[in-house]
């Protein structure tokens, strides 16, 4: 699904600032299960990081914490933009429309006028490759194809950060790496922040400037990696032995983590 956030738990208007500030976050739920403990995360505009983490480690909870869905009970969790966009595994279009009023709906939500909204959502459909699909109704569809969507929905609010919450973990290795290589000629174009969740770790170097590495619940930060691969990425770069290794020290990392 993607959504506008309603308000995330504080904003900032200097554009200088991160576009995401974590400090010392924790999360306990009513029901006493602490989440999330002492998490420190920044994302800067045109920072793109992956959080990987064993199950159940709160990764969900920092997202829903970042779009204002849930309050942080400990720390500061400081959001420097209202233009967010949320993506989730599941694509959540409604199955009566079709591509283009799906992914006009989030634009009508907000009181875009149709001749506004009409080619912003256009120009989401030519960006993620759904051009000649606009009738196709959701179960005409593929899995990756209504990701696409998905995706396409959030772009029509030029979203300043985006949130994806393990967006291709149901898609099969071939379309998984497709759009990953769209989401990072996106990334290149738009110019967003992005914070992403996945169990993938390959995945996670290959689209990211930096990845984050947390331990078992509560959830905090164990490591930090930076990834020195130049954007645009060439999808070679996933075979290289720097690559391989890099992959290596992160799963490494999340194994020590989880320990
Ligand atoms: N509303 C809630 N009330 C109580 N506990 C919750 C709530 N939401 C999540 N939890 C618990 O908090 C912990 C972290 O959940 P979260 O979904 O953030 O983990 P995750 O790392 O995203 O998991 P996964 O990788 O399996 O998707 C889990 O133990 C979960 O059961």
Not at 81 to 100: E, H, M, N, S
Request: proline fraction near 6%; glycine fraction near 8%; aromatic fraction near 8%.
């Amino acid at each position: 699904m993607t959504l506008a956030s309603p308000s995330p738990a504080a904003t900032l208007a200097d554009p200088a600032a991160p576009l995401l500030d974590f400090r010392n976050v924790a999360m306990t739920f009513p029901n006493g299960t602490t989440a999330l403990s002492g998490v420190d995360l920044v994302v800067q505009r045109g920072e793109f990081v992956s959080v990987v983490g064993p199950s159940g480690c709160g990764k969900s909870t920092l997202l829903r914490i970042a779009s204002g869905l849930e309050s942080a009970s400990e720390g500061t969790a400081t959001v420097n933009t209202d233009r967010i966009g949320y993506v989730f595994q599941d694509a959540t279009l409604l199955p009566w429309r079709d591509v283009r009023s799906n992914v006009e709906l989030l634009a009508e939500l907000n009181w875009q006028p149709k001749r506004v909204r009409t080619p912003k959502a256009q120009w989401a459909i030519d960006l993620v490759g759904l051009n000649g699909f606009e009738k196709h109704l959701p179960k005409q569809m593929s899995g990756g194809m209504k990701m696409r969507a998905s995706l396409a929905r959030s772009l029509t609010l030029d979203p300043e950060l985006f949130l994806f919450d393990e967006p291709f973990g149901a898609l099969d290795e071939i379309t998984r790496e497709r759009l990953n290589d769209e989401l990072l000629k996106i990334f290149v174009e738009q110019k967003f922040g992005g914070l992403f969740i996945t169990h993938s770790v390959s995945e996670a170097v290959y689209l990211s400037t930096k990845v984050v590495v947390m331990s078992g619940r509560p959830g905090h930060l164990v490591d930090t990696f930076e990834v020195p691969f130049d954007m645009p990425r060439d999808p070679e770069i996933r075979y290289t032995g720097e690559f391989a290794r890099l992959v290596g020290e992160v799963s490494h990392a999340l194994r020590e983590g989880h320990s």
